[in-house]
């Protein structure tokens, strides 16, 4: 019994953790919009990245931890899913609308869904709740016009943008399943140091074919929302949530991990109105409801619907 409730304990506070870390990231979209103003797209990942990678490197030294190949090569593994979502989701920017962009890379939930189906098949709720989720990002997309204009403007300008954007989407989602299968194999602050400098590596050989093929030429300008952009992308959206991801996520399965990362926009949404005065429409608010009402489905579904049926059988 009390093995039980620890386990059940154990996944609440993951669950906990992968929610503060999507808060987190809801706040990125806000400070990330204002810092790409003054430096290059993938210089500014390369960076981020590599402040994050020096600061758990030091931690690693401080604590004499020994570096194991094995674990070292599987954390590489995760990042290259990590870095190719990165590349993608920027590349796709370019060509396509953030709104279309949000809406695409939020379709990670329903990727997870369909590559957990090979491993084991999701749960009643979780299916669910991935369904509601998944319309709730349609109305949370919409920007406060009709869903039929929606579509019917999404599939008249579909473009390379959002075709790269959806490839951004399957990777993020095969990083989210393969940390699952991953993470309980090997020690925590190896396999996410290694993912960190992974990213970091790729990230700067990748800027450097940017700038010298004239993709993406090199640009940074030290402005205060340039400061403020890297330093909370490194320290929270990366060093506290990489880090949160790689030790809790081994106890949310992916599928209600993808329901919660689905809150991102959400809360986007709530800092861009607090920081940046944009609109809240009832759109907005209906798709959030539906996320979150996915979320909730996900979690009690399969509960209620045992103890209802139990409870049924008992009475016969």
């Given amino acids: 019994m009390n093995k039980s409730k620890e386990k059940k304990s154990t996944h609440y506070l993951g669950e906990g953790a992968l929610l503060l870390m999507t808060i987190i990231w809801g706040g990125t979209f ?15 990942i390369a960076i981020r990245f590599s ?22 090569l599987s954390g590489i593994f995760l990042g ?58 349609i109305f949370l997309s919409s920007g406060g016009n009709s ?13 390379i943008g959002d075709i790269l954007t959806l490839i951004c989407a399957l ?16 020690e925590f602050w190896i396999l996410f140091f290694s993912q960190l400098i992974g990213v970091s590596i790729f990230s700067f050989i990748t800027s450097l ?36 991801q790689t030790k809790y996520q081994k106890v949310v399965s992916p ?21 940046l005065n944009e609109k809240f429409s009832n759109f907005a608010v209906l798709g959030s409801s539906l996320i979150f009402l996915g979320l909730i489905v996900s979690e009690i579904f399969d509960t209620v619907y045992s103890n209802f049926f139990n409870n049924k059988n008992g009475q016969h």
Avoid at 147 to 159: L, R, S
Avoid at 171 to 186: C, G, N, Q, R, W
Wanted: aromatic letters at 18%; one cysteine or more; hydrophobic letters at 55%.
């Fill in 171 to 186: 990777f993020f989602a095969l990083h989210v399943v393969y940390m699952d299968i991953i993470s309980p194999k090997h």
């Fill in 147 to 159: 869903i039929k204009n929606f579509i019917t403007e999404f599939g008249n300008t579909f473009n």
């Fill in 255 to 275: 599928t209600k991990a993808g329901i919660i990362y689905s809150f991102e926009p959400v809360f986007a949404a709530i800092f861009a109105f607090f920081l």
């Fill in 80 to 137: 290259t899913f990590l870095f190719f979502g990165f590349l993608f989701q920027t590349a796709g920017l370019k060509y396509t609308s953030a709104t279309k962009s949000g809406f695409l890379t939020g379709s990670l939930v329903v990727i997870i869904l369909f590559l957990q189906l090979e491993k084991k098949i999701p749960t009643k709720g979780a299916i669910i709740g991935t369904i509601l989720v998944f319309i709730g990002i």
């Fill in 30 to 44: 806000v400070i990330v919009k204002e810092a790409l103003n003054d430096i290059s797209s993938m210089l500014f």
């Fill in 209 to 244: 074919i940017f700038h010298f093929t004239s993709l993406e030429f090199y640009r940074i300008n030290l402005t205060t929302n340039l400061w403020i952009g890297i330093m909370y992308t490194s320290l929270l959206a990366t060093c506290v949530n990489f880090g949160l």
């Fill in 51 to 72: 402040i994050s990678s020096l600061l758990v490197s030091l931690f690693l030294l401080i604590k004499k931890y020994k570096i194991n190949k094995k674990t070292f």
